[in-house]
């Protein structure tokens, strides 16, 4: 074999040993770096479940009181006036204010006997909390967040709350459920408390849709623009619920990603079915 082959044939080894040397560190580099976000990734959750917790302690005896009352209504839907719940306004909404230091929290949400229930934050615009926790500190889960063009008194004919479809079951994971009937039948009222008033919200439909309906629409020109929304949602319903609504109503939507497709998203919607004001 001549000088010149041996050359060729080193030159090309050492190309082939540096190659897997780049290829090997190129893999260990993705592996750290992959190993590295799954930790951030878990810490996040474990740290959006413990929020969670501590938020939902705060509110579970007037949780408890609330669902009593729902039952009580159902029982005797004749009442000529609702009963103005004064132990449902203690100043909740400031304890978790003061403890997260964040003025955004607007009101407390949930849906009971499922694990969606927590603080809902308002920004002045619909990305800060898609990932930023309720202290205000980057986390990939997120927050439960209002829409920025709602009036946080609820009193807009449609109402958005947004939130991350978790894997560990935090936020607005629960809500994949309602595509099937007997899921709705347990758990059929959202629950939102504020400073003044609580609202119970009736489920009356639950669909999965791309992004190219717009059903998170907040400005209507009139009533009957309004209603054609109603009527599309109410088309679109997968449950059997044996509750309608109209132009007329005032309606919460609940909405999170399907986890399928970057465009589809699963959503809950309810009409207002009882306001009790302190």
């Not at 709350?161 to 009937?181: D, E, P, S, V």
Request: aromatic residues 12%; charged residues 20%.
């Amino acid at each position: 074999m001549s000088s010149a082959t041996k050359d060729k044939k080193r030159k090309r080894s050492n190309i082939i040993l540096v190659l897997l040397i780049i290829s090997t560190l190129g893999f260990g580099a993705a592996f750290f770096f992959n190993l590295g976000d799954a930790i951030s990734y878990w810490q996040d959750g474990r740290e959006a479940q413990a929020q969670t917790e501590v938020v939902q302690d705060i509110f579970a005896e007037q949780v408890e009181e609330v669902v009593s009352l729902i039952a009580h209504i159902t029982e005797a839907p004749a009442m000529e006036e609702e009963p103005s719940l004064d132990f449902l306004f203690g100043g909740l909404l400031d304890e978790v204010r003061e403890m997260t230091e964040n003025p955004d929290i607007v009101a407390y949400i949930t849906i009971p006997g499922t694990q969606v229930g927590n603080a809902v934050v308002q920004a002045t615009n619909n990305d800060f909390y898609l990932y930023h926790d309720i202290f205000r500190r980057p986390n990939v889960n997120g927050s439960l967040f209002m829409d920025f063009r709602n009036t946080p008194d609820f009193t807009n004919p449609n109402t958005i709350i947004y939130g991350h479809n978790m894997n560990n079951g935090t936020k607005f994971h629960n809500l994949r459920f309602y595509m099937g009937q007997e899921f709705f039948e347990a758990h059929p009222n959202i629950l939102i408390i504020t400073d003044y008033a609580v609202f119970v919200y009736e489920i009356f439909s639950a669909f999965s849709t791309r992004t190219d309906f717009n059903y998170i629409e907040v400005d209507f020109y009139n009533r009957e623009e309004f209603g054609g929304l109603v009527d599309e949602i109410i088309r679109r319903n997968v449950l059997n619920t044996g509750i309608t609504a109209d132009m007329y109503d005032r309606i919460l939507v609940l909405s999170t990603c399907t986890n399928t497709r970057i465009d589809m998203r699963y959503v809950i919607v309810g009409r207002l079915a009882h306001q009790i004001a302190r």
